[in-house]
């Protein structure tokens, strides 16, 4: 019999299991990325204290924290055959807890979004409603694979972006910093599908379309890492010729030409060197984020 189907226990799940479920590696990078946006926003730490840590909280441990619970209750499965060690499948986390650790979770995120202002709910509603999509039927996003790492990118990077420029703002952030977090949305995108390499043959048999299991591994590759330079070159051009920032523009251009040395490289042998360069290029990539967000502290305007 399937244990997670089984009428909950009396005893919750240990705080170590629902700790594990919530996967705390994963939360950095959207917390990176809501970094950026305080520090694109060019406001002041002084009396926006309690909103910076309650972004923090969204980004990492609450919203991110959500869509790993979610995810996992809705790949419990196939977990079970491939990871059965897994908080869900292992049974460390039993009967339905798992949905209702995610649902729990998703209602505490939205309390505390409502509590920073409306911009930030907006923000982590989309956000919410996107890990929900990703992960659960009938949409079940992660199945595509285009919708599905746009999904995941538009969460960790520009949503997260937008929140932590709206947090410090406490309003709809500037037109430079709205661009740089779609920019380099876009290019995560392209990371995003790096990261399904590592799951090429598990997801042909599942019958996930990831664009690896899709069109190869090495013409995902090329078109990744095509996606991730591309929004790069559009910001070193802001900078030099827009927004007047030459020398954070140059930065960029550095960064991007190490990443394409590597890229270089990657191509070589995709599903065997993506660890490394997710390590190496990806490191370079965000990187470039935060010197963009300081670029852009003193601009005003969309055409500023």
């Not at 950026?36 to 730490?45: A, I, L, R």
């Not at 599908?193 to 069109?215: H, I, Q, T, W, Y």
């Not at 007047?244 to 995709?270: E, K, N, S, Y």
């Amino acid at each position: 019999m399937d244990r997670t189907l089984e009428a909950p226990p009396l005893s919750a799940p240990s705080p170590a299991a629902v700790l594990e479920l919530f996967k705390p590696v994963t939360w950095f990078p959207p917390m990176w990325a809501f970094m950026c946006g305080v520090v694109s926003s060019g406001m002041p730490f002084e009396g926006r204290w309690l909103f910076l840590i309650a972004g923090i909280a969204l980004t990492g441990p609450l919203v991110c924290a959500t869509s790993q619970a979610v995810n996992d209750w809705f790949d419990r499965h196939v977990d079970a055959i491939n990871e059965p060690n897994r908080p869900i499948p292992s049974g460390r986390i039993p009967g339905r807890w798992g949905l209702y650790i995610a649902v729990v979770w998703t209602a505490l995120s939205v309390a505390v979004a409502a509590l920073t202002g409306p911009w930030v709910l907006a923000a982590t509603l989309l956000g919410l409603a996107l890990a929900w999509a990703y992960s659960a039927p009938p949409l079940r996003l992660k199945k595509n694979g285009v919708a599905g790492p746009a999904a995941v990118a538009l969460s960790y990077e520009g949503l997260t972006w937008f929140t932590g420029a709206a947090v410090m703002a406490g309003a709809l952030p500037h037109g430079p910093v709205l661009l740089l977090a779609a920019l380099y949305s876009f290019g995560a995108w392209g990371i995003m599908v790096l990261n399904d390499f590592k799951a090429v043959e598990g997801d042909r048999r599942m019958g996930l379309k990831s664009l690896p299991a899709e069109l190869g591994v090495d013409a995902a590759a090329r078109i990744a890492c095509a996606v991730m330079a591309a929004p790069q070159v559009i910001v070193a051009t802001l900078l030099f010729v827009g927004w007047d920032r030459p020398w954070h523009g140059l930065a960029i251009v550095v960064l991007l030409g190490v990443q394409l040395g590597l890229m270089a490289r990657l191509l070589g042998d995709p599903k065997r060197l993506t660890p490394w360069y997710n390590s190496t290029g990806t490191t370079l990539y965000v990187i470039g984020m935060l010197v963009s967000a300081f670029a852009v502290r003193g601009l005003t305007g969309a055409g500023a």
